[in-house]
């Protein structure tokens, strides 16, 4: 259930679904998703769904992976990047094969130290980890071309607007209850736009540290 042909039907099937960077839909085939979860789960890796990786967290569905990826390469290239819920690694390692350096938050100690170990051994070296509240971002590296969320809060939040370099973008699914908008924020100056992409589900985005 790990092999290339699996993974290959996970990949027709993001094309079947409207993925259409090359460069995502590439990193995706390449990218060994069933070491992001544990054993007993590793099987069910390339099936689309979201999967348990313990302490109330998943592992999101492959669609919403190269979904948010995509929104956030469509404005071009990008240098630098900031990952709100580094998770189990997963989007981060796919990010981190896609821009120049990632920028990854967790606020719960155990999932970010299986992350590391994950990240370790596919060599991904462009990839700084942080154990802090995702709500408040990475304050002392500002000027974001990117920003994507993996957990939604009931608000944007200001301080990771603020993080944003001049038209850099936002993804990040927002609202209470079962499902969520995804949306797109893009700054201009001392404002920024706002698009509705589509509806999500996500856990919550809480504060604190673990």
């Known amino acids: 259930m790990t092999s290339a042909r699996t993974r290959e039907r996970m990949v027709n099937r993001l094309i079947e679904q409207g993925i259409t960077d090359l460069s995502v839909i590439d990193v995706m085939r390449r990218t060994p998703r069933h070491i992001f979860l ?3 789960l590793a099987h069910r890796a390339y099936e689309d769904t979201s999967l348990p990786i313990g302490h109330g967290q998943t592992l999101s569905q492959p669609y919403i992976v190269a ?4 929104v956030l390469l469509s404005g071009g290239p990008l240098g630098k990047v900031l990952e709100i819920g580094t998770g189990s690694g997963y989007q981060t390692a796919v990010l981190a094969q896609l821009v120049g350096q990632v920028f990854s938050v967790e606020r719960i100690k155990a999932l970010q130290d299986k992350a590391r170990q994950r990240l370790g051994v596919l060599k991904l070296h462009n990839v ?18 990117g920003i994507i969320a993996t957990a939604a809060p009931l608000g944007v939040p200001k301080a990771l607007v603020a993080q944003l370099a001049e038209g850099g973008r936002l993804v990040i699914p927002v609202g209470g209850g079962e499902v969520q908008e995804l949306l797109l924020i893009t700054r201009r100056g001392d ?3 706002t698009r509705v992409l589509e509806q999500v589900r996500f856990v919550p985005m809480l504060g604190g540290v673990l």
């Open 38 to 40: 544990d054993e007993a």
């Open 128 to 145: 700084r980890l942080r154990h802090t509240d995702g709500g408040l971002g990475w304050p002392e590296e500002p000027g974001f071309d």
């Open 191 to 193: 404002s920024h736009e």
């Open 67 to 70: 979904r948010m990826t995509e």
